[in-house]
Every structure is written in C-alpha cells, then in structure tokens.
C-alpha cells in the first residue's frame, strides 16, 4: 500500500489543500474510530481510499482500515496536531449537513466514546482475547516511548476505559480502548511486571524491562484497587534520554558555581528541595555522576532504585522488613565509603545520621520536601537536629521547580494587563512586543504548546552570615532576606528569567514557585 510524505513546500494553505476531505467519504470510517487512530479520510479514487495518518507505516492499521471500508488504503502523513484538529471539523461539518448523525458517523470523540461505540474492528479484537491486548499494551509502550512520556495511567470506570501519557508534566488523555478490554489488558501489565494477577484487593509494584528503539526501557509499574477496577500507573525510566549534567541545566552562573563548588568537597552535606516530580532525584544523580570516578567509594539509599548506574552501589530501602533509610545509612558508614546519597530525609534519625556522616568526613546528598531553600535549615533543626551541627555540616541547599518549556516551532508573542505585572512584581514597560511568549500548538508538540521542560532553581550557600542566623535560631524569611543581600536569585526572580528569555510562560512561572 503506498505512503505518500509531506511535501518539502509545506505550507499552511497546502496543508489544508492537501487535507481537505471528500465529505462522501466520511461514512466509511466511524468518527470515533478516526479519532482513536488519528485517521482521516481524503478522497477517493477507484477502488483506492487516500487516508491521512500520523504514522502511515502503520501496517496494522492500513489493514483494519481496508477491512473496515473495503478499499485499498492510500496513507498520507499529517501531523498529529493538525490531524485531530480536521478530524474534529470534517465530522462536525458532517453531521452538520446532515441534520444530526449522519450514516455511519458517529458523533463521539476519543474523550466521548463509549464501548458500545466501539469499531466492528475493535470489537472483533476485544473478543478475540488476549492478542488484541498483548499488542495494545506493546503499541502504548513503545508509543509513550516516543512521545517522551514519563508516566503511563490505564483507568477504569464504571464503562469505559482511559489511558493518559503525562508529557512535560502534564496529563494528556490518548485513548479510551474498549472497557471489555480492561481486564485483559491489566492482566498482561501484571504479566510482564511479574505481578500476581489473581491478586486484586491489594497495590502492587513490579518493574518491566522491555526492548524499545534499539535499547532497554524499564517501566516501573504500579496498581491501585478502586471502585471498577485495578489502575495501572507505569513510570517510564529511560536512561538514554535521561541527561545527567549539571551544566546543562540552565542554572544562573553564580547557582551553578556554588553547587558545583559544595558536590567537590570531600565532606559536608548538600541538600535538593523540592515538591515530588521537581527533579530533584535528576539533580542528585547527575551530581553522583559527576563523582562517579574509581577512586570514590559511592553509596545510595534510594526509595526506590530510578536508574541503575554502574560504579556506584545502590540499595533500595524495604522497611517493611526494616530496611530502612536510617539502618541502610548506619551499615553504609561500616563499609568504607567517600560519598552517600540518602534518598530522602524523612525523620529525626536519618537527619541525625547524615548530619553525623557530614561531619565525620563523608560528603551527603540528600533531599527534603521543603517549599524553599531558606526554609529547609529551620526544617532540619524542627526535626530535632542542633542547630550547631546544621549550620557546621550543610555546605549548599538547592530549591528547585520544572515548568515546561514553550515549544520554539510554535512560539508567539503575548501580553499582559499592567495590573497583573505590577502585582507580581515585573516591568511594566516590557509589555510591548516581544515581552512574553507562549507556544500557539503545532504538530512538533502535539498541540500542547510546550516541548520538553526546564529547571527553575534556587541556590543558597551556608554563608558565614547564614551560619551565624541558623545558630540564633532566626526564622526562614530572615535567612531568605539575608541570601538575597549576598545575591541568592530565588525560585521566582529566576523564573522571571526564563519568561523574558522566551523559555517559560508567566502563567506556569507563578504557579510553580512560591510567592
């Protein structure tokens, strides 16, 4: 079956011209299934039917479709946001001009669809068993490979199901597979991650490692009993496309020369806060491997074990059997190291043992869940710790947050009312062209405007003043006050900075960071 390929002259108008559907031709593909599969009939010619599709090597695919209308299928590549944008506006003009639904269309959207709504395609592979699911559940796997998920959400409710790709840290709803399939779908996730898939009362965590473009992709696989069923969450940990260099985290000058200073002592602890899916684990790994060296004795405590590096001994903490954070760190202080990385402190004990492994010539990474730098000291000293050994073992916090990064295909000016940058602070005669930006939505991003996401970080050296505000016992606004004398850039002034450089929007700006 030929595929035809965007023309090299791509423009606007001749993507319209060259996507402009044969009204005709609507019927022989259901709407509901030309929103699932993202594929839009064209024209016909003969007993050949043109069909636009994201992915016109899709053979799968081509072939449900000449089963379903009985034609030889022609694919032409088109965007995915485009796609669902003619999708969306050739069946509503349909139905439109046909005084409700028309025949053979049907009105639902991949959000909409139910199971009765389902294709004679994808009713026959729901009934066919566990084939249809074992290549549903490989298609997503791959699929949210190369979109650059991080996680993967299957759904079930009361009759339907839903799957959702959380890409550059936001939720996108894919697809609603057919609800009949839910169980056989959950129940290969729990084969694969070795799961015991009689077992639906209780959560369950297990791992997939699975071959995908040329290389090892783990899944890291999580289930929930709710009210209809067990949902399914995978993270998805691919090493390859994880970057750990601090350099290229696009921290301010005078941030990143005080961390990388503190990461190159041989003792002392440096702290990364943050809310959960801030990356403060990337941080820590990407300092670790900047260690990573064989004269180092490197040792982690991890809850869980993210990504496997070799040269440094990982442990994954059990307390359920005891293993905990603090008697991993108290074995670790037995075995020779030059460097510890505790995952997380989370009490009076592990912050004790790590402030001891700080002073007692080991250098300590860590992280807590603090809203800022300036408050993490004041947090380590509530837990229990003295002050003195605080202010002695700490050399550098790090706070940090992830906004998404507008999409530079589809970036477009935008503006602000002065009241609005008045009341947080920014210039108001930068209003003009320019200023601000935010992404429009094109086919590079999917229509979400935003590609891939970008650090916002706050760096705050234990500074002889600092030390001296930690000891008296000075609140976290007066130890904020005083870095920013001595030239701290907090979360949001650095925020602020990516917004005028045209990496981040005000609106993600504000929401992230702290006031």
């Known amino acids: 079956m030929p595929a035809t390929d965007t023309p090299a002259t791509d423009t606007p108008a001749s993507r319209r011209k060259r996507l402009a559907s044969d009204p005709s031709v609507l019927r022989l593909i259901p709407a509901d299934f030309a929103s699932r599969h993202l594929v839009l009939p064209l024209r016909r010619a003969g007993r050949t039917l043109s069909v636009a599709m994201a992915d016109p090597s899709d053979a799968a695919l081509i072939d449900d479709l000449e089963f379903l209308t009985q034609f030889e299928i022609e694919a032409v590549r088109a965007g995915e946001h485009t796609l669902r944008q003619r999708i969306d506006r050739s069946y509503e003009a349909a139905t439109t001009r046909g005084g409700g639904r028309a025949e053979g269309v049907a009105q639902a959207s991949p959000a909409q669809a139910s199971p009765a709504q389902a294709s004679p395609v994808q009713a026959d592979s729901a009934e066919a068993g566990e084939e249809p699911a074992v290549r549903l559940i490989n298609n997503i796997l791959v699929d949210a490979v190369h979109r650059g998920a991080s996680d993967i959400h299957f759904e079930p409710y009361e009759s339907e199901l839903r799957v959702r790709y959380r890409v550059d840290g936001r939720l996108r709803e894919i697809m609603r597979p057919p609800f009949r399939m839910a169980a056989a779908l959950t129940s290969r996730l729990k084969i694969l991650a070795d799961l015991n898939i009689a077992e639906r009362r209780i959560p369950q965590d297990g791992r997939i490692r699975l071959p995908v473009a040329d290389r090892g992709i783990d899944f890291r696989v999580s289930t929930l009993p709710t009210l209809f069923g067990e949902k399914v969450v995978l993270r998805i940990l691919d090493r390859e496309r994880q970057a750990f260099d601090l350099e290229s985290f696009g921290?301010?000058?005078?941030?990143?020369?005080?961390?990388?200073?503190?990461?190159?002592?041989?003792?002392?602890?440096?702290?990364?806060?943050?809310?959960?899916?801030?990356?403060?684990?990337?941080?820590?790994?990407?300092?670790?491997?900047?260690?990573?060296?064989?004269?180092?004795?490197?040792?982690?405590?991890?809850?869980?074990?993210?990504?496997?590096?070799?040269?440094?001994?990982?442990?994954?903490?059990?307390?359920?059997?005891?293993?905990?954070?603090?008697?991993?760190?108290?074995?670790?202080?037995?075995?020779?190291?030059?460097?510890?990385?505790v995952g997380e402190i989370r009490d009076r004990e592990t912050g004790g043992i790590a402030v001891k492994a700080a002073l007692t010539g080991h250098l300590v990474l860590s992280t807590l869940h603090t809203?800022?730098?300036?408050?993490?000291?004041?947090?380590?000293?509530?837990?229990?710790?003295?002050?003195?050994?605080?202010?002695?073992?700490?050399?550098?916090?790090?706070?940090?947050?992830?906004?998404?990064?507008?999409?530079?295909?589809?970036?477009?000016?935008?503006?602000?009312?002065?009241?609005?940058?008045?009341?947080?602070?920014?210039?108001?005669?930068?209003?003009?062209?320019?200023?601000?930006?935010?992404?429009?939505g094109c086919d590079s991003c999917g229509g979400s405007g935003y590609s891939g996401r970008q650090g916002l970080y706050e760096v705050l050296p234990m500074s002889p003043a600092i030390r001296r505000l930690v000891l008296a016992g000075a609140s976290s606004e007066e130890i904020e006050r005083c870095a920013v004398d001595e030239g701290m850039i907090t979360l949001r002034q650095d925020g602020f900075t990516k917004v005028r450089t045209g990496i981040a929007t005000l609106e993600d700006v504000l929401r992230e960071t702290p006031a």
Do not use: H, W
Not at 403 to 411: E, K, N, Q, S
């Open 371 to 440: 809203t800022d730098a300036a408050s993490t000291a004041t947090r380590l000293v509530d837990m229990g710790i003295e002050a003195f050994n605080v202010a002695v073992a700490v050399k550098v916090i790090t706070a940090q947050r992830l906004v998404g990064r507008i999409c530079p295909d589809c970036r477009v000016d935008t503006s602000y009312a002065p009241e609005i940058l008045n009341s947080v602070g920014l210039d108001t005669g930068r209003r003009g062209k320019g200023a601000f930006y935010r992404g429009a």
């Open 251 to 341: 921290m301010e000058a005078r941030a990143e020369r005080a961390l990388l200073a503190a990461i190159a002592q041989t003792s002392g602890m440096v702290l990364v806060t943050g809310p959960t899916g801030s990356g403060k684990t990337t941080t820590l790994y990407s300092a670790l491997a900047r260690l990573n060296t064989p004269e180092a004795n490197i040792m982690t405590a991890e809850d869980p074990v993210e990504y496997s590096i070799e040269g440094i001994n990982q442990v994954q903490v059990r307390p359920k059997i005891g293993l905990t954070f603090a008697t991993t760190l108290r074995a670790f202080l037995r075995q020779d190291p030059n460097i510890l990385m």
